[in-house]
Each structure stands twice: as C-alpha cells, then as structure tokens.
C-alpha cells in the first residue's frame, strides 16, 4: 500500500522482531503495453467510521445500477456478480476499483487485482461482500453450475484448492482453516441463490413461471427474467 494512506496512530505496524508479512504481486503485461481503464466499484465501501455507501441504506440501489453504462447492457454487472462471488469465498471486503482493457473497449472484462484483504479472517463470512449478488439476484449459469459442482462433489473447493497449491515451493499455501471457509462460503452463496430463486417464484409473472433445480437439487420456481443468466 501507499505510506500515506497507512501513517497515522490507528494503523499499527509492528515487525517481529524487525521482519513484516507481506505481500508482492506483479502484473504482466505492463501498463505500457495494454493500456488499462480504472473504474469505481458500485457497491464500493464508504472507508468512513460513520458514513455509509448508498448501497448500504438504499434497497433499490441495484435497480440504479441497471440503468447506468457500462452495466445497462452487454457483460459488465454480469462480472460484478461473478467478482463479488470470487471477493466473498477469498473474504476480500477491499474491492474499491477495478480495471479493464481499454483496447476492447466495454467489450472487454474486469482485470481482478489487488487481493491484499483476501484470507485475512477464516472464522467470519463477510456477508456483505455478497450484495451485489443479494441485491440484484443476478449470477451467471455457468458460475453457478461450477458451485454446484464444488458443492455436490465428487470433488470439494477445498480439495481442488488443495491439490492445487500442493506443489506450490512454500506449501502449504493456505491456513487449513481457510481451506474450510472456502467450502461453507460455497454453500452460503448457493443459499443466497436459492433465496433469490424463492423470492422471484412469490412474484406475480404474466405467463408463468417455470420450475428450475435449486442449490439443494429440489424444486423451485424463477421469474422469466429471473435469476439465471449466460
């Protein structure tokens, strides 16, 4: 991080003895050679003791998202709920920007940098990191289809995870604890699935409504604008 975001009495930086953990990430290719374009996150946080983002009071807030480019169309909030995805099974609560390709122009997807909060708390699951997808009901089949796949097996996250980083030079990578977050936090994103599934099936939809397979494999109901997207 900067300094100066870091250099007040609240931020406690202590070595041990005079050695601080750490992270290092590099980007290839160069800012040079693909130019990148910074974007604020909508469901960013407000970073204020007392102050709240809007997307904390206002219920709404996703119905507002909607209408503005680069997410009233094409891939963009379909990303979002993907990234939000991703930020809640890591525990990531620091997505404030994101970036893309400039070269592709809004044809393009989200660069996911910057995971220095990610893997921070094994024991907690951050809900709110979840709202993108809480409030908008939106996730992509496909997305949805791989957390089914983890959470009906034969193979678990936690287990490919682990296979994974097996022969990784500092193995093992990941505090096991982190590892078991990896698979409740699956379940708890089918559940908000299968919420939203339930919460559409209650609304009145002209023509009706057809019946889809939720995160458990039993039955219920979505609207045919509803929650299951390419």
Known sequence: GKCSYYCDTSHA???NPDTLEG??????????DTQRKVWR??????????????WETDSDYCTMVRDIPPYDEGRRLLDLMDMSVFDFLTGNMDRHHYETFK???????????DHGRGFGKPFHD?????APVLQCCLIRASTLETLLRYHNGPKSLSEAMRES???????PVLWEPHLTA?????????QAVRDCIRKSSEED???????VPNALGETDTVAKNGFYRS
């Open 13 to 15: 930086i202590c070595g």
């Open 165 to 171: 980083m097996a022969i990784d030079p500092i193995a």
């Open 103 to 113: 070269i592709f122009g809004n044809d393009t997807f989200p660069i996911h940098l």
């Open 41 to 54: 996150h909508p469901w960013r946080r407000s970073y204020h003791k007392r102050r709240k983002a809007q």
């Open 205 to 211: 939809v002209p023509g009706g409504i057809p019946d």
């Open 23 to 32: 992270s290092f990430a590099a980007f290839l290719p160069t800012q040079d």
């Open 126 to 130: 951050e809900l709110s990191i979840l």
């Open 182 to 190: 990896l698979d409740r936090r699956v379940a708890i994103v089918l």
